[in-house]
């Protein structure tokens, strides 16, 4: 039986619209999500989640790194569609760290 672990040497975080990482600790997504919401005076309702804001607003969510047996893979999370920037980051972190990328579509549609 193969045994997941987290794989610390991949960052984890969060990518702009326009491409830009921001590296985020494991477990610290929606801390980044709601001080992200606040510094830019964007008011959440109480029941809105920020890290969907941030995704409904062309943010990427990367947050989940595993390794089971030889595959190294990520989670990423986006709205619908990825800028180009976000492309090319996405295409050049899957090769400068040997993962897989699972893409999810929080419109509840999943691409491997």
Known sequence: MQTR????????????????????????????????????GIELDEDDDPEIFLIRHD???????????ATRRVLVE????????QDIFLQNYAFDYQIEINLH??????YL
């Open 59 to 69: 943010w990427v969510l990367i947050h989940f790194a595993e390794q089971c047996g």
């Open 5 to 40: 672990c987290h794989i610390d040497e991949v960052p984890l975080g969060w990518l702009s619209p326009t491409g830009e990482f921001i590296k985020v600790e494991y477990g610290e997504h929606t801390s980044f999500a709601l001080n992200f919401c606040e510094r830019n």
């Open 105 to 110: 579509h929080i419109n509840g549609k999943n």
């Open 78 to 85: 986006c709205d619908f569609f990825l800028t180009d920037s």
